[in-house]
């Protein structure tokens, strides 16, 4: 089927929550965001009353990471696009620091998303031009880094983000299909470098590599993708079964160690991995994480085992696990306490370990 204004509405109407109160579209300049653009400035003749999908406002964010000459380039075009759509369009400029291990593609990203996340206001909708061949590419990479399910999920067309939600409509869309669609904006958009780059991952995957699998699997964008929606399905169960497990281990803030005992170390791990993610807290690696429970579960009663990565750590205290800062503050001089009949004195840091009486 041709991608269209018609297909396009439904793909929004399936994929934006109900609730929403605008569009804000990431656009780089190139062919993929200068098409989504188009496409939903031009959607009035298939909108209700207010015009545009729903009568919602549409905007359009530009990120400018200043890593190449031709960032200037894609300014314009950006500018250029939106004074012909009528959109609005605002300019943001990030720096990006690459940490020791991440790359600048990662960096980049991290820097790009971080900003369209703050400013992002609430219940707005993120809308991205991630595509079917976006997603199958994703899927390759999550697989060769040793991704588990959630990774081989790779992208979901909504999900939580900032004040609002990230939405990705476009995802099921073939990538020459919406090349086709943006074909009337030649002028409106740039080449990016970045992506002809075969230093970077996705590009080599992408130059070097995809034409090989489409001539030997023509299908395999299609598949590919399917495979990603499967794992994504798996996730979900693998999430339900979690939340129930952290349920039944919870004391107070924290879980019971005697219970993830008991619990088969695949399902202990998933619990734990969702325990974290619930406190906004990234999991460390799979072998960390086990590194972590053996020292857990292996310390002698007397001590009190902690386990670091970044600036979080788990923490063992009187059979229960706790997730707490990586460095608790000292109590520094004296305190006051007046010692009556039922009174406390706090001698932790809020986020560590419960006070003691």
Known sequence: MSFSAASLYALLE?????GATGLVVALS???DSAALLAGL???AAHAGPGGGFRGLPLRAVHIDHGLQAAASEFREACKHLCEHLGVPLELIRVEVQSEAGLSIEAAARDARYAALAAQLQPLECLLTAHHRQDQAETLLLQA??????KGLSAMPVCRVFGLGWHVRPVLDVPHDELLKWGGQLEDSKVIDPMNEDLRFDRT?????????IEARWPGAEIALSRSARHMAEAQELLDRAAAADVARLRDGDALSVPALRALPQPQRMNAIRAWLSEAGVEAPSTARLIEALRQVFDADADHQPAIVWGNKALRRYRQRLFLTEADCPRLDGARPWATALGSSIAMHCPSCLPAMS
């Not at 399936?14 to 109900?18: H, L, R, T």
């Not at 060769?144 to 399910?149: D, I, K």
């Not at 080599?204 to 034409?211: E, G, Q």
Request: charged fraction near 15%; aromatic fraction near 8%.
């Open 29 to 31: 300049g190139g062919a």
């Open 204 to 212: 080599y995957l992408r130059k070097a590599i995809w034409p090989l």
């Open 144 to 149: 060769l880094r040793g991704a588990g399910v």
């Open 41 to 43: 400035a031009g959607l």
């Open 14 to 18: 399936s994929s934006v929550p109900e």
